[in-house]
């Protein structure tokens, strides 16, 4: 969100631990793994949203190595 001094902050924060195959994910996929879950977790505000959202990432190599390499992409389930 940018804020009235121009600079942008984050409006959410999710903390999750890793279960012990999540640990051996390389680093992109984890990235992406924390993305689908904050994604899960707000899906009801983002649906309702009025205006369009961005994902921002500190590495950049998340999505690029994604869409590239699609057989390392995490499988993420919910328990049933």
């Known amino acids: ?9 984050p409006v959410a924060f999710i ?12 680093i992109h996929n984890r990235e992406m793994l924390a ?7 707000w899906r009801h505000l983002l649906e309702g949203a009025q205006s369009k959202f961005e994902i921002w990432s500190v590495s950049q190599t998340s999505f690029g190595h994604i869409s590239t390499n699609s057989s390392t992409i995490p ?3 919910k328990p049933a």
Request: aromatic fraction near 6%; glycine fraction near 0%; charged fraction near 45%.
């Open 15 to 26: 903390s999750k631990l890793l279960n012990k195959v999540e640990r051996n994910y390389e």
């Open 35 to 41: 993305i689908i879950r904050c994604l899960d977790e």
């Open 1 to 9: 969100m940018r804020c009235e001094d121009e600079k942008w902050r």
């Open 75 to 77: 499988t993420v389930s």
